[in-house]
């Protein structure tokens, strides 16, 4: 089991299906702040203010991040910036599932299903951070951008 | 221990012949040999440079994009309400409820199928906006036969509706309205609602 999880193939793995996602999800909220900015009023955390700025900045940190992952510059910084991040995101989502609001809407939902799909994003958020720390701890920099430049030119 | 580390070192403490007895670091990178803190100390530095280059990269890029989404603007739930409803027109609770009476309603329900079952507005439709075109057809021939479709959610600034709306014009359908925070003011003004279908 211990063999698995520091496996430098499943280190590889989680890396680039880890800088892949943040690539794709930082492209799609660029090409849309509004929709991105709307979808953070909907969490009801943070105050008027912090919101645009929020919307417009952080889709360029997550491009930047998944480039580093993808690429394999500054793994141990990319990685552990992927899980604060990560960690911000479900505590925001644990607080939501707490007050009983469906992020998707931003409206308290006396159903289920609108807790359910708030349930759903935090699972899916804890899976991405527990690959982020595997990443963290195991990836040995296997096809690292900086490793080849460097062998190219020795 | 070891499997924080990554490799195979013995935790524990080890003596060198003539050496005093030291404790080796479990938590030792074993090929770069940095201890876990200046691992950690590494990847921090590292971590606050690639969010400066992404901070420093969207401020950059929102400078040179015309049109985007300004620095600050009010999230107030007035100006959430009237955002949503640009470009739409709203309907009155009174108008709609008129409107029912009259049987010309064709109520558009944008919450999800699980709020949708455990209450509607009579004779409503389940349409969560990611499903409006598979309904467009139907609402189309409805409005065409003198109905006037009326989309609504619950909440005052709750978006779903008006993005409902806004995808069936776009799709052709002509006088779609929007009943703000519908589910709720009909409800609470003790007007009749059904439960379950779909």
Same mark, same amino acid.
């Given at each position: 089991? =211990?063999?698995?999880? !520091?496996?430098?193939?499943?280190? *590889? +793995?989680?890396?680039? %299906? &880890?800088?892949?996602?943040?690539?794709? @999800?930082?492209?799609?909220?660029?090409?849309?702040?509004?929709?991105?900015?709307?979808?953070?009023?909907?969490?009801?955390?943070?105050?008027?203010?912090?919101?645009?700025?929020?919307?417009?900045?952080?889709?360029?940190?997550?491009?930047?991040?998944?480039?580093?992952?993808?690429?394999?510059?500054? =793994?141990?910084?990319? !990685?552990?910036?992927?899980?604060? *991040? +990560?960690?911000?995101? %479900? &505590?925001?989502?644990?607080?939501?599932? @707490?007050?009983?609001?469906?992020?998707?809407?931003?409206?308290?939902?006396?159903?289920?299903?609108?807790?359910?799909?708030?349930?759903?994003?935090?699972?899916?958020?804890?899976?991405?951070?527990?690959?982020?720390?595997?990443?963290?701890?195991?990836?040995?920099?296997?096809?690292?951008?900086?490793?080849?430049?460097?062998?190219?030119?020795? | 221990?070891?499997?924080?580390?990554?490799?195979?070192?013995?935790?524990?403490?080890?003596?060198?012949?003539?050496?005093?007895?030291?404790?080796?670091?479990?938590?030792?990178?074993?090929?770069?040999?940095?201890?876990?803190?200046?691992?950690?100390?590494r990847a921090l530095i590292q971590a606050l440079c690639l969010l400066a280059l992404g901070l420093a990269l969207g401020a950059s890029s929102h400078e040179i994009r015309a049109g985007s989404l300004p620095?600050?603007?009010?999230?107030?739930?007035?100006?959430?309400?009237?955002?949503?409803?640009?470009?739409?027109?709203?309907?009155?609770?009174?108008?709609?409820?008129?409107?029912?009476?009259?049987?010309?309603?064709?109520?558009?329900?944008?919450?999800?199928?699980?709020?949708?079952?455990?209450?509607?507005?009579?004779?409503?439709?389940?349409?969560?906006?990611?499903?409006?075109?598979?309904?467009?057809?139907?609402?189309?021939?409805?409005?065409?036969?003198?109905?006037?479709?009326?989309?609504?959610?619950?909440?005052?600034?709750?978006?779903?509706?008006?993005?409902?709306?806004?995808?069936?014009?776009?799709?052709?359908?002509?006088?779609?309205?929007?009943?703000?925070?519908?589910?709720?003011?009909?409800?609470?003004?003790?007007?009749?609602?059904?439960?379950?279908?779909?």
């Amino acid at each position: 089991m =211990i063999r698995i999880v !520091s496996s430098q193939w499943l280190s *590889l +793995l989680f890396r680039m %299906a &880890l800088g892949g996602i943040f690539l794709y @999800a930082g492209v799609v909220k660029s090409q849309d702040p509004a929709g991105f900015a709307q979808a953070i009023y909907n969490y009801r955390i943070l105050p008027g203010w912090a919101i645009n700025p929020l919307a417009i900045l952080l889709p360029w940190v997550e491009m930047v991040l998944g480039a580093a992952l993808v690429l394999g510059i500054w =793994i141990p910084g990319a !990685s552990l910036l992927a899980s604060g *991040l +990560l960690g911000i995101f %479900a &505590l925001a989502l644990c607080i939501n599932l @707490a007050r009983g609001l469906d992020i998707d809407c931003g409206c308290f939902s006396t159903a289920s299903s609108g807790a359910g799909s708030t349930t759903w994003y935090f699972l899916r958020d804890i899976l991405l951070m527990a690959m982020a720390i595997e990443v963290f701890f195991f990836d040995r920099q296997w096809v690292p951008l900086v490793g080849l430049l460097a062998r190219r030119r020795n | 221990m070891a499997l924080l580390a990554g490799g195979d070192l013995k935790e524990g403490w080890m003596r060198q012949p003539g050496e005093k007895t030291r404790k080796v670091s479990p938590m030792k990178d074993p090929e770069t040999g940095l201890s876990m803190r200046d691992r950690l100390k590494r990847a921090l530095i590292q971590a606050l440079c690639l969010l400066a280059l992404g901070l420093a990269l969207g401020a950059s890029s929102h400078e040179i994009r015309a049109g985007s989404l300004p620095w600050i603007a009010s999230w107030s739930k007035e100006e959430v309400v009237a955002r949503h409803l640009e470009g739409l027109e709203e309907i009155s609770l009174q108008e709609a409820w008129e409107t029912q009476q009259a049987g010309k309603a064709l109520f558009l329900d944008a919450r999800d199928p699980g709020s949708f079952q455990a209450g509607h507005l009579p004779g409503a439709l389940s349409v969560p906006p990611s499903e409006a075109e598979g309904f467009s057809e139907e609402i189309r021939g409805l409005a065409q036969a003198g109905m006037i479709p009326i989309a609504y959610c619950d909440g005052v600034d709750c978006p779903l509706s008006a993005e409902l709306a806004r995808r069936l014009q776009e799709m052709g359908v002509e006088g779609v309205r929007v009943l703000v925070n519908g589910w709720s003011r009909w409800r609470d003004s003790g007007y009749p609602v059904e439960d379950g279908g779909s």
